[in-house]
Nanobody, 117 residues
């Protein structure tokens, strides 16, 4: 079982910034694709951003130009830098790590991001 842990959620004012981190407990982290999802109350979970082995990235249209995903393989970590935050970004953010070898994926417990004045 691979453990996935998210850090960095909190309360921020509109227009502010926040950085989320996801750490994956595996010795094969470079083989993993890591994705950030979010789920607001009453909504389905949606993909926010992903980063593949090698560093290629994908973003939801709603966050393009505001969010940036990066990875530090030597730290087993992926970061989601969020800027120009809006109230509609309020959600629980989840990290998902999927092995490109086994195709098994693992979820973190989620971290709350609240954007409000």
């Amino acid at each position: 079982q691979v453990q996935v842990v998210e850090f960095g959620g909190g309360l921020v004012q509109p227009g502010g910034s926040l950085r989320l981190s996801c750490v994956v407990a595996t010795n094969m982290f470079s083989d993993y694709t890591v994705k950030w999802y979010r789920q607001a109350p009453g909504n389905q979970r949606e993909l926010v951003a992903s980063i593949a082995r090698g560093g290629s990235t994908v973003y939801a249209n709603s966050v393009k130009g505001r969010f940036s995903i990066s990875r530090e393989d030597w730290k087993n970590a992926v970061h989601l830098q969020m800027a120009s935050l809006k109230p509609e970004d309020t959600a629980v953010y989840y990290c998902n790590a999927q092995s490109t070898v086994t195709e098994i994926d693992y979820w973190g417990q989620g971290t709350q991001v609240s954007v409000s004045s």
